[in-house]
Nanobody, 122 residues
């Protein structure tokens, strides 16, 4: 069982930056595929960014390309989502997800955090 805990959400102004962090349990973090998802009120959850176990392959949804960056630090069992030039449309609950099976795109994530709220005021 892998536990994921997000942090770093908050209320910011449009154009600001914010970094989300997610700490994962387990001794094989370096082998995890990780992702960030978000869900806005009344909308379905959507994938924002994903990173493979090696860190060499990443995926971003079109609306965040060039603004968001996903990265992982195996020494800290942590995955990050750096979000720049935030827009009101980025307002959502952001969830961290992990998968230990090593498959890459598509990924059916096994484990989920509880989420952290990001609110962008326009």
């Amino acid at each position: 069982q892998v536990q994921l805990a997000e942090s770093g959400g908050g209320l910011v102004q449009a154009g600001d930056s914010l970094t989300l962090s997610c700490v994962a349990s387990g001794s094989t973090f370096s082998r995890y595929v990780l992702g960030w998802f978000r869900q806005a009120p009344g909308k379905e959850r959507e994938s924002v960014a994903e990173i493979d176990w090696s860190g060499r392959s990443t995926y971003y949804r079109d609306s965040v390309k060039g603004r968001f960056t996903i990265s992982k630090d195996n020494t800290k069992n942590t995955v990050f989502l750096q979000m720049n030039r935030l827009e009101a449309e980025d307002t959502a609950v952001y969830y961290c997800a992990g998968d230990t099976r090593g498959l890459w795109r598509p990924v059916t994530f096994q484990y989920w955090g509880r989420g952290t709220q990001v609110t962008v005021a326009s």
